[in-house]
């Protein structure tokens, strides 16, 4: 059961703008880069469904940041189903976030009023999620469309909140030409968690990437 109200979540990814998101079978790699995230100031976690038995490493993850790091708003990507859905849900899943629009999804998460995340791309496709009840869409691939894409969207729908993922990196041009275009947040993948770093099992390294990454985001909401 989530811990969290969507309403809540929609407002610590606006207010953090990262989402980070990863996925490892391992469940104490799991911990250690849920941990690092949240020590670098993350404070919320996209667990992607990606692999056999994601779902219990997911229920284990759930408990370790429910019991250790207060405050850790820890959801699910890569859902492609309501069945699925509804099963990380029971599992604590705090938001659900999906590569493309299903409505099936958008059901079962409005029934326990947790905050989900439809990927779209292109208008109709945002404003059927927003008629269902979506508070942040998901442009994906993010990297395909573009900040311009943004910023089309936005001149006729300047209520839309949109988080792009994939083609988003920790660098200040392409988190200024986001955030410029009038993102709300971004979901960060292989670009903060890279494979060396969970190779390497590098997690001072990731904490001071997050960091670091939140610590741009700032910046260039300033500006």
């Not at 490892?24 to 880069?33: C, E, I």
């Not at 705090?94 to 029934?111: K, S």
């Not at 997050?210 to 610590?215: T, Y």
Request: net charge positive; glycine share 10%.
């Amino acid at each position: 059961m989530a811990k969290y109200s969507r309403l809540h979540v929609a407002q610590t990814m606006e207010s953090t703008g990262l989402v980070p998101l990863f996925y490892h079978r391992d469940l104490s790699v799991a911990k250690q880069v849920t941990k690092a995230c949240y020590d670098g100031g993350a404070r919320l976690l996209e667990f992607t469904s990606r692999g056999d038995f994601a779902h219990e490493i997911f229920g284990e993850l759930s408990k370790f940041v429910n019991d250790s790091l207060p405050g850790m708003i820890l959801g699910v990507g890569s859902v492609t189903d309501a069945a699925s859905a509804s099963l990380y849900m029971a599992l604590g899943a705090n938001f659900i976030v999906t590569p493309v629009l299903r409505e099936d999804i958008a059901i079962v998460c409005n029934r326990r009023k947790v905050l989900w995340s439809p990927g779209c791309g292109s208008l109709t496709e945002i404003c059927r999620a927003e008629e269902l009840g979506c508070e942040i869409v998901k442009l994906f691939p993010g990297g395909i469309y573009g900040p311009d894409f943004v910023k089309a969207i936005k001149g006729p729908q300047g209520w839309t909140s949109i988080m792009p993922t994939g083609g988003v990196s920790p660098t200040k041009e392409n988190l200024s030409a986001w955030f410029g275009a009038g993102v709300t947040c971004v979901g960060m993948g292989s670009k903060l968690i890279s494979k060396d770093i969970v190779n390497e099992k590098n997690y001072k390294l990731l904490q001071e990437n997050v960091a670091a990454a939140l610590e741009l985001i700032k910046q260039v909401r300033k500006k």
